[in-house]
């Protein structure tokens, strides 16, 4: 078996030296291994297309969820495996996986579990694999991507807050399947899974293998009313609370937003200069190195 780590050095730091700690596991293990450290936003996908070209058999992305997405992206349709270390600030995808988010232990189960297909998902034709989104979370992506120096889980809530207080929504329209529905929320996301990344459950129906999307809104509210359905966001049941969340799933998602919106995928922001933004999933179109799932379907 071969192995090749792409590792996104800022991501990567808080576990020190990644190169060392992955040549000590490997050390005496007849495997073949390479590590390759990006350089760039887009570095990982061009890092993971050589890989497989070169025969890897197992590439494995070291950062969080938009250095994953990088490096999934060439793995797309091909026999080539995707192996996750989260090292990032929400680890939606890991997470959605059950993948644990100790370092050592990611690294063993890289070579004790079998590869899954999963769906991924396409927005204008980007591929995404965890969530997207529109509205309130994608322009908090653009801030945090372009305003913030620092990584982590801390920027990003201050960036949240900072923006949640200020938002107004604008009107969207969105048809799902055929079905139109008129929208006036605060987020608009778009999930592959359950989780949103940093413990966030916004699906709770979703599944990362069922062959659909989920479309989440969830309204502008007082602070106090948002604050107090917090819990509920962490422990999965949002849906009890329809005054301020509503969510449909589908195979094709069409959203228009209005002419100049942001919109993110797996928290890497895009820009949309008509607004609209065409959401379809490809069905087990990546194979991932992940436990088998536990929980009852």
């Not at 094709?252 to 942001?262: E, R, V, Y």
């Not at 999933?281 to 799932?293: S, T």
Request: hydrophobic letters at 45%.
């Amino acid at each position: 078996m071969s192995y090749y780590f792409i590792v996104n050095p800022n991501a990567g730091r808080k576990f020190g030296d990644v190169r060392e700690r992955i040549e000590r596991f490997f050390s005496g293990r007849s495997l073949r291994f390479e590590v390759e450290f990006t350089r760039a936003r887009e570095h990982a996908s061009e890092l993971s297309a050589r890989a497989a070209l070169a025969g890897f058999q197992r590439v494995v992305a070291v950062g969080g969820d938009g250095t994953i997405r990088e490096t999934a992206i060439p793995l797309l349709g091909k026999a080539t495996a995707l192996g996750i270390l989260p090292c990032g600030s929400g680890n939606g995808l890991a997470r959605n996986l059950y993948i644990p988010l100790d370092f050592d232990a990611a690294l063993a189960g890289l070579i004790s579990w079998e590869p899954r297909q999963v769906d991924a998902g396409l927005a204008n034709g980007r591929p995404f694999f965890c969530a997207a989104g529109v509205g309130l979370d994608a322009e908090v992506a653009h801030d945090f991507n372009s305003l913030s120096s620092r990584r982590g889980i801390l920027p990003y809530v201050w960036h949240a807050a900072r923006r949640v207080l200020a938002y107004k929504p604008a009107p969207a329209t969105a048809v799902v399947d055929g079905r139109r529905l008129e929208l006036l929320s605060m987020i608009n996301a778009v999930l592959n899974g359950v989780q949103y990344g940093g413990g966030a459950r916004m699906a709770p129906g979703a599944y990362i293998d069922d062959g659909l999307l989920d479309l989440v809104s969830v309204k502008k509210a007082s602070l106090p009313r948002l604050l107090a359905a917090v819990p509920a966001l962490f422990r999965g049941t949002l849906h009890r609370h329809p005054d301020i969340y509503s969510a449909v799933q589908g195979r094709a998602i069409d959203l228009d937003c209005g002419a100049g919106s942001w919109y993110h995928l797996d928290g890497e922001d895009f820009y949309s200069e008509d607004g609209k933004v065409r959401f379809t999933v490809l069905p087990g179109a990546l194979k991932v190195l992940a436990p088998k799932p536990s929980l009852p379907r």
